[in-house]
């Protein structure tokens, strides 16, 4: 059997904790999971009150498990899935699998037994957030895709769905256009090598299955969905199979995105649910928190990846961090020269519209720690050379008053010429 969500925990995690809480209220979960926010520890409960399901989230929830994933160090992150991007390994087909090892079919499916919760005060209902869905193209079925999206529990065999501007709205679009309705099937309680690739931004047209293939160091088992033609990931606990009607868009929302505010409710997509199938084993369920550390990891790899690609030919990157704010980075680099940083602040703005502050420090300076980048900005930057100010909408483009915008970038490194100088001092080395 392939390695699965509960595996990789005992392999993943090998440095950094897990919470495992026997029971806890249904009522409690949205609380615990928003005091879990900022943590680093996976939290996993093995029974929620009135559920089959047992609940998980922060699966990746730092670097050290992403790293661990990837078969890495957390300084290698980037350039590793680069040579995982170049490397793909296809998914393969088998016949069975334990995600279809339970099988609730047409009226035996009931959505509300899932323990999928709402998450803030004034969000529209219950949500899935860490649900990978699969949809092929109809034109080319060897192509499937795969991508999260935000799932509301809309009714007992009925979910609604959040397509921003992407292939899986691509995918439906090209359906509807056909007058067709698009068959999905989405996976819950996945590996974190599907999840990871599920969000790397890969081209149309490439397999994200086939990146977790790579991370996996082997193929992925899929197995064909029973109601739909979707190949799903065996290893996942829980698979809901349904279809996107053409046509058909119902009010979604509100609900507390990733920015930490409310996005406003509109007609989106629903999905009418045909199957529900899950392991014999209690399955897990997991959940993301919008705006969580785990979030923005993920929401910020791809594009992490995407910045230290442009920039790896030109200087010597040690590191990109868009977390805990995607619209946020820190770069730090091997400064050769003194016209390095503001460069590199241009071409990160380039790669990346949304992005606001970006901050570029010394390599002695650790980009994923938020003490030492402000205090690297606290005496090595000068905002009156050493920063560049752009006016442009672009940056927080949801901002409907346009008053937060515009970016600004800062050069938080020491000049070439008093390196010595501002050297960083160093406790003094144990003798034993
Ligand atoms: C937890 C989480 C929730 C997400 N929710 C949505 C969403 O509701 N709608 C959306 O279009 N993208 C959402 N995304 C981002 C997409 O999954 C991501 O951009 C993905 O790369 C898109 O896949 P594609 O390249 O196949 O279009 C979410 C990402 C994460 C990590």
């Given at each position: 059997?392939?390695e699965n969500l509960?595996?990789?925990?005992q392999r993943?995690y090998?440095s950094r904790?897990?919470?495992?809480l026997?029971?806890v209220?249904y009522?409690d979960?949205a609380e615990?999971?928003?005091a879990y926010?900022?943590?680093?520890e996976?939290?996993?409960?093995n029974?929620?009150?009135?559920?089959e399901?047992?609940?998980?989230?922060?699966i990746?929830?730092?670097?050290?498990?992403?790293?661990?994933?990837l078969?890495?160090?957390?300084d290698d992150?980037?350039?590793?899935?680069l040579?995982?991007?170049?490397n793909l390994?296809?998914?393969?087909?088998?016949?069975?699998g334990?995600c279809?090892?339970?099988?609730?079919?047409?009226?035996?499916?009931?959505?509300?037994n899932l323990?999928?919760?709402?998450?803030?005060?004034e969000?529209?209902?219950?949500?899935?957030?860490?649900?990978i869905v699969?949809?092929?193209?109809?034109r080319?079925p060897?192509?499937?895709n795969?991508?999260v999206?935000?799932?509301q529990?809309?009714?007992?065999?009925?979910?609604?769905i959040r397509?921003?501007?992407?292939?899986l709205l691509?995918?439906?679009?090209?359906?509807?256009k056909?007058g067709?309705?698009?068959?999905?099937?989405i996976?819950?309680g996945?590996?974190?090598?599907?999840m990871?690739?599920?969000?790397?931004?890969l081209?149309y047209g490439?397999?994200e299955?086939?990146?977790?293939g790579?991370i996996r160091?082997?193929?992925?088992?899929?197995v064909?969905?029973?109601?739909?033609?979707v190949?799903v990931p065996?290893?996942?606990?829980?698979?809901?199979?349904?279809v996107?009607?053409?046509?058909k868009?119902?009010?979604e929302g509100?609900?507390?995105?990733?920015q930490?505010?409310y996005?406003n409710?509109?007609?989106?997509?629903?999905v009418i649910?045909?199957?529900?199938?899950?392991?014999?084993d209690k399955?897990i369920?997991?959940?993301?928190?919008a705006g969580?550390?785990?979030?923005?990891?993920?929401?910020?790899?791809?594009?992490?990846v995407?910045?230290y690609?442009?920039?790896m030919?030109k200087?010597?990157?040690?590191g990109?961090?868009?977390?805990p704010?995607v619209?946020?980075?820190?770069i730090?680099?091997?400064?050769?020269?003194?016209?390095?940083?503001?460069?590199?602040?241009?071409?990160?703005?380039?790669?990346?519209?949304?992005?606001?502050?970006c901050?570029?420090?010394?390599?002695d300076v650790d980009?994923?720690n938020?003490?030492?980048?402000?205090?690297?900005?606290?005496t090595r930057?000068?905002?009156?050379?050493?920063?560049?100010?752009?006016?442009?909408?672009?940056?927080?483009?949801k901002?409907?008053?346009?008053i937060?915008?515009g970016?600004?970038g800062?050069?938080?490194?020491?000049p070439?010429?008093?390196k010595?100088f501002?050297?960083?001092?160093?406790p003094?080395?144990?003798?034993?």
């Amino acid at each position: 059997m392939q390695e699965n969500l509960r595996h990789f925990m005992q392999r993943g995690y090998k440095s950094r904790g897990i919470n495992s809480l026997d029971f806890v209220s249904y009522d409690d979960l949205a609380e615990l999971q928003y005091a879990y926010r900022n943590k680093e520890e996976a939290l996993v409960i093995n029974r929620v009150d009135g559920f089959e399901y047992s609940f998980a989230t922060n699966i990746v929830a730092n670097r050290t498990v992403l790293a661990n994933l990837l078969n890495t160090e957390v300084d290698d992150i980037h350039p590793k899935m680069l040579s995982y991007m170049q490397n793909l390994i296809s998914p393969k087909l088998v016949a069975s699998g334990p995600c279809q090892e339970m099988r609730l079919i047409g009226h035996d499916v009931d959505l509300a037994n899932l323990p999928a919760i709402q998450f803030n005060e004034e969000d529209a209902g219950r949500y899935l957030t860490a649900g990978i869905v699969f949809a092929k193209d109809r034109r080319n079925p060897s192509f499937q895709n795969a991508s999260v999206h935000r799932v509301q529990l809309q009714g007992k065999n009925q979910l609604g769905i959040r397509l921003e501007k992407g292939h899986l709205l691509a995918l439906q679009q090209e359906a509807e256009k056909a007058g067709q309705d698009l068959e999905v099937a989405i996976a819950i309680g996945t590996h974190p090598a599907e999840m990871v690739a599920s969000v790397s931004g890969l081209d149309y047209g490439v397999s994200e299955m086939a990146l977790a293939g790579a991370i996996r160091g082997e193929a992925l088992e899929m197995v064909h969905a029973l109601t739909v033609d979707v190949d799903v990931p065996t290893t996942a606990d829980i698979i809901i199979e349904g279809v996107i009607p053409a046509y058909k868009r119902e009010l979604e929302g509100p609900f507390g995105d990733f920015q930490g505010y409310y996005v406003n409710p509109a007609q989106n997509h629903i999905v009418i649910v045909n199957a529900v199938t899950h392991t014999k084993d209690k399955p897990i369920f997991t959940s993301i928190r919008a705006g969580s550390h785990e979030d923005s990891l993920l929401l910020g790899l791809k594009n992490e990846v995407k910045i230290y690609e442009a920039l790896m030919g030109k200087h010597k990157v040690t590191g990109v961090n868009l977390s805990p704010m995607v619209f946020n980075c820190i770069i730090s680099i091997e400064k050769q020269n003194d016209a390095e940083p503001h460069e590199i602040i241009e071409n990160a703005f380039s790669q990346y519209p949304w992005l606001k502050y970006c901050v570029v420090v010394d390599e002695d300076v650790d980009c994923y720690n938020m003490e030492d980048v402000w205090w690297a900005i606290g005496t090595r930057s000068n905002p009156s050379t050493g920063s560049s100010f752009i006016k442009s909408d672009a940056s927080y483009n949801k901002d409907p008053y346009h008053i937060h915008s515009g970016k600004l970038g800062i050069d938080a490194t020491v000049p070439c010429q008093y390196k010595h100088f501002f050297r960083r001092a160093k406790p003094k080395k144990s003798v034993y």
